[in-house]
Antibody
Framework: QVQLVQSGAEVKKPGASVKVSCKAS????????MHWVRQAPGQGLEWMGI????????SYAQKFQGRVTMTRDTSTSTVYMELSSLRSEDTAVYYC??????????????WGKGTTVTVSS | ETTLTQSPAFMSATPGDKVNISCKAS??????MNWYQQKPGEAAIFIIQ???TLVPGISPRFSGSGYGTDFTLTINNIESEDAAYYFC?????????FGQGTKVEIK
């Protein structure tokens, strides 16, 4: 079955960077885009961006432009989301979510369980 | 950017109740609306696609309705296992946006 397994919780200091991984299995990794979404405590979900695992192209939400980088490793079927210049407001649970359609981005159909990132001095 | 206004933020239901959750879009999004269920510590589950289509494998107690700007998730004959956080997503345009979510408690 399709599974997305995310890396473990992280604690970072303000100004640092964090890199979260998401290992996919159960499907052809390069056929489906992958989204990244986050949820801060007490807040709603927020879309961060999307990566095409086939060619590596990305599109980021304007809010995160310049601070987020999404990459992929096709040899291990893993996507990564790196967020730099962390501040306390970046404390959140970060999710990867597979796009539900082949060829062009649409909606999320399968989600990871999330990775908690805490930014604290 | 399309804003989704989801309500209520919290609701408490009794087993057997019919529950409605609303999601209103700030602009016309056709039927590009999905609904998800999430329980603490678990991955979100995709339950309704294209506003009205039940995702295969999901209980038929769940249904969706709406088009354009007004959408509703309905849970018929609610059961204790339906206690969860529910959220809507629009995939009509970028950036993708979500409703603020609804926590459903079962008495």
């Amino acid at each position: 079955q399709v599974q997305l397994v995310q890396s473990g919780a992280e604690v970072k200091k303000p100004g640092a960077s964090v890199k979260v991984s998401c290992k996919a299995s159960g499907y052809t990794f390069t056929s489906y885009y992958m989204h990244w979404v986050r949820q801060a405590p007490g807040q709603g979900l927020e879309w961060m961006g999307i990566i095409n695992p086939s060619g590596g192209s990305t599109s980021y939400a304007q809010k995160f432009q310049g601070r987020v980088t999404m990459t992929r490793d096709t040899s291990t079927s893993t996507v990564y989301m790196e967020l730099s210049s962390l501040r306390s407001e970046d404390t959140a649970v970060y999710y990867c979510a597979r796009d539900g359609t082949v060829a062009e981005p649409s909606y999320m159909d399968v989600w990871g369980k999330g990775t908690t990132v805490t930014v604290s001095s | 950017e399309t804003t989704l206004t989801q309500s209520p933020a919290f609701m408490s239901a009794t087993p057997g109740d019919k529950v409605n959750i609303s999601c209103k879009a700030s602009q016309d999004i056709d039927d590009d609306m999905n609904w998800y269920q999430q329980k603490p510590g678990e991955a979100a589950i995709f339950i309704i696609q294209e506003a009205t289509t039940l995702v295969p494998g999901i209980s038929p107690r769940f249904s969706g309705s709406g088009y354009g700007t007004d959408f509703t998730l309905t849970i018929n004959n609610i059961e204790s296992e339906d206690a969860a956080y529910y959220f809507c997503l629009q995939h009509d345009n970028f950036p993708r946006t979500f409703g603020q979510g609804t926590k459903v408690e079962i008495k």
